[in-house]
């Protein structure tokens, strides 16, 4: 660190004209968490029990399944972001921090696919019984 | 001096008769350049201090983390990014988990349930319920403020304070709920 000022400093190491787009997500996805959130819950309490064959018959409905993936998109995606941020504000070494952040991308992708592999697997096998 | 001359002066505009415009003006530039001149040195004089301090400028530094009062609205706020970290990272891959046991057969599916309705796994239930429904309320809470309303001194403490406890309130009502529903 020099001893110039702090504007000093900053000027022409501006924004990367990125700070907008991730907000505006972080909120669209929001909104996606807020609906399909509410929807699992009241669906799940609508179940009269949670034995693994009557789970099966509820998670092979499209009208389950499709929310359920839509969910895990928009859920993965606001907290790949949600995170982005954390990692960025209290990990000050830059290595440490690029090395976290491709981390929190695979957990994120990892994560969605595998969880929309699972869902895609029981809508496409159908009904046990 | 004939009698009309300063009158001719003064119609026509000749320079002499702005004389003592200009030397007026003179004079204001040359004492602001002398005060600018000063401050200059004044700066220059605190910044050569600051650098054999080790700081790099004597600014006025805003705010002063070290004086400040506990609000609501800070509570708020650090238990949004706790929940919303905490949802992240074990609430979803706990979500996530639960999937992949229904694919993966009525055993796998057990050996989940198993694990979630012992205590500990009650506890992470209820602990990720009152995440969500915090992060949630927060997070309207946020919407709010995004379209810069609730700022207000008033309006924001008792939106601070009403949030954590609907979250409580919502987490004891779905768990009251699931009781009856499965016990009682």
Redesign the interface.
Known sequence: ??????IGKVRGLGSAQEGAHHWIIQ?VT?VGN?TL?AWL?FSL?RLPN?E??L??GW?SSPLVAVP?ILM?VS??WH?RL??QV?IEDYVPDHGLKFGLIILLNFFAIG?AA??I???A??AFTGVVA | MPPLYSRWLRETGHRSYKKPAILFACGHVFAKALVRLQRLQREAES?IR??KLGK??N?PLSPHLGIYKWGPHMLVSILH?AT??G???LG??L??WW??S?????ES??FF?GIMTTIPGFLVMIGMTFA?FEH?YS??RH?VL?AGAGYELQTNKLWSFAVPLLALFSTGL?WF??YV?LIG
């Open positions: 660190m020099g001893s110039g000022t702090n909120r929001a807020l959130i819950l309490l949670y693994h064959e789970m099966i998670l359920m895990l859920l993965f907290l949600g995170l954390l994560g595998l969880g592999f699972a869902v697997k029981v | 910044l600051g650098y790099p400028a600014r990014r919303g970290d949802l992240a990272l979803v891959p979500l996530v999937l992949y229904i694919s993966a057969g009525p599916y057990e349930t969500l949630t997070g309207l919407f995004d779905l709920f699931i529903k």
